[in-house]
């Protein structure tokens, strides 16, 4: 190419427009799609650097001065996919350069996106790979690294791998001038510190919630300390608001629920006009406590409100991991909700759940959900009728309604991806007939566990997650979805289609991707709609 430097200049100028940009939730669609065409053209141009051989690229260190900033900005703006993606591509470019640092920034970044995106088994070969390899390298883009891999093992729940990655990138951190950590990791060094003490003391309490509670005495001693230490630090506004969140967690586990919710008032108020960790608004994080402290008083239902606000505002009003910690709080409610409801059907307990989905994504948990399981539902019957007896129809049903359940933990960055889906990414919406069969099977929904699990299966075994024909439930549900995503406006990047098209298509599938008995029971029912 023989416009590096126009080129350049293009990206400065989209990195200094991020930082005019509200969230990319709530964007308008001519704002959407001008982003979506920037995100486009920075793909295609970095794709093009890193398909050149190493002296026919642009001054790779010039380039990742501007590059580099992007990835907290597409962060607190909400857009992680992107992070995910672009910082893929740069790092690979950045290995070949030899430039330590900058390597172990960008890889920082792609570790904390992958795991946002539940990818915990590749965040850490890339983070304990660059750790191995550069982890004598004393500076800041280690120590966010060490943070960034830590933070994984906590949402592995490995949390003393947790603690001695968060006690290493401190060690780290206390031998870096503050020019140091702002240049490569964008904070000062005291909020750095106070960070990885907070992570540290998030790892205390989080053994203590799931164990019920219990926290040994010499932890909770320690934690207490490294509070006080926190609070005699001149941390900045934003990190002492993410203390607060660590304190109400603090007295919840001490049982000063009273004290709890003083502090409660206290980040709603801040919520309401201020923000929180990396510049988001605290509410989302707020309305999860508040469930969390209901859960604990045993007031279920007002736990479940809660948490079912949380997941409405997890798109616009928190910064992505936030979405790991809502959902995991929200199967426990729900769980705990029922339970302590006898006598409620499994039923009630998917009704639960389609609320959750639809409180994240509209279209995914709303009229989608619905439909699937009604379709299925009329599948299912003209199938008993014509031989299939054994068929469950109330799990049948049950099933339709929760198909994409696994959506729950794909963050809305992706389910509502502006720029065209890249081939890695679309690998990654897959995972969610995976995630939806253990979250079913963690709240003892196994029968529709099994028929989630396999609705993207096909007869020739090319689909997915196993590559195997599926159960004739599955394929029930996997038809109805396909048909009713063909026919019903949805996404904005997909287009409605007609019924006969639709069963157009179909039909030319038949005991290809579709199974054929389905696929005429399905006949049947278009017949008295077209």
């Known amino acids: 190419m023989d416009n590096w430097a126009g080129e350049l200049q293009r990206i400065r100028d989209f990195s200094r427009k991020l930082d005019e940009t509200a969230p990319i939730p709530t964007l308008s669609e001519d704002d959407l799609n001008a982003f979506a065409r920037d995100i486009i053209r920075l793909q295609d141009l970095l794709s093009l650097i890193g398909s050149l051989p190493p002296s026919k690229r642009p001054d790779i260190c010039e380039w990742d001065d501007t590059v580099s900033t992007l990835w907290r900005k597409l962060f607190s703006k909400g857009d992680d996919i992107d992070r995910y993606t672009l910082s893929d591509i740069w ?9 330590e640092k900058r390597i172990l920034r ?28 550069y982890g004598t390298e004393n ?3 280690l120590a966010n690294l060490l943070n960034s891999v830590g933070s994984v093992y906590y949402c592995k729940k490995d949390y003393e791998k947790a603690e001695e990655c968060y006690l290493r990138a401190h060690e780290t951190a206390e031998r870096l001038t503050d020019q140091e950590t702002m240049k490569w990791i964008g904070v000062s060094n005291v909020d750095f510190k106070g960070q990885e003490m907070i992570n540290r003391i998030e790892t205390i309490l989080e053994r203590g919630f799931l164990s019920e509670g219990e926290i040994r005495a010499d932890r909770a001693l320690e934690a207490e300390k490294l ?69 604990l008083t045993g007031d279920w239902n007002k736990s479940y409100q809660w948490i079912r606000k949380a997941l409405r505002q ?3 009003k928190t910064y992505p ?4 910690f809502v959902l995991e709080d929200a199967i426990k409610i729900v769980r705990k909700l029922h339970d302590d409801r006898k006598g409620l059907r499994d039923s009630d307990l998917v ?16 009229s989608h959900s619905r439909q699937v399981a009604e379709l299925s539902l009329k599948i299912g019957h003209i199938m008993k009728k014509y031989g299939a007896g054994d068929l469950d129809i109330l799990e049948l049903e049950m099933a339709g309604l929760v198909h994409d359940i696994g959506k729950l933990r794909i963050p809305w960055s992706l389910l509502n991806k502006v720029a065209p889906i890249t081939p890695k990414e679309r690998e990654i919406l897959k995972k969610h007939a995976q995630f939806g069969k253990e979250l079913l099977d963690e709240i003892g929904l196994t029968g529709p566990a099994d028929i ?31 048909f009713d995503a063909s026919t019903t406006l949805n996404r904005r990047y997909k287009v409605a289609k007609g019924i006969r098209e639709t069963m157009s298509e179909i039909r030319s599938l038949s005991n290809l991707k579709y199974h054929p008995d389905v696929v005429s029971s399905l006949g049947m029912l278009m017949e008295k709609v077209v």
């Open 91 to 99: 790092l690979r470019i950045l290995m070949e350069s030899k430039e």
């Open 452 to 482: 989630v699990y396999e609705h993207h299966e096909t007869m020739d075994s090319k689909g997915y997650p196993r590559g195997k024909r599926p159960s004739l439930p599955a394929a029930i549900v996997g038809i109805s979805d396909v």
């Open 351 to 366: 009704k639960d759940l389609v609320f959750l989905l639809e409180d994240k994504d509209w279209y995914t948990g709303g």
């Open 314 to 316: 997890v798109s616009t």
């Open 227 to 295: 509070i006080s230490s926190l609070d005699m630090m001149p941390i900045s506004t934003n990190l002492a608001t993410f203390l607060l969140v660590t304190k109400t967690e603090f007295q919840m586990l001490a049982n000063n629920f009273k004290e709890a919710g003083v502090i409660l008032d206290r980040i709603e108020e801040i919520g309401r006009t201020g923000t929180g960790p990396y510049f988001y608004s605290l509410m989302t994080t707020h309305a999860r406590l508040r469930a969390r402290l209901f859960g």
């Open 106 to 133: 960008t890889a920082a970044a792609f570790v904390a996106s992958a795991r946002n995106f539940s990818l915990f088994g590749e965040a850490l070969e890339v983070g304990t790979s660059m750790l191995d390899r």
């Open 139 to 141: 500076c800041g883009a």
């Open 321 to 324: 991991a936030e979405d790991v």
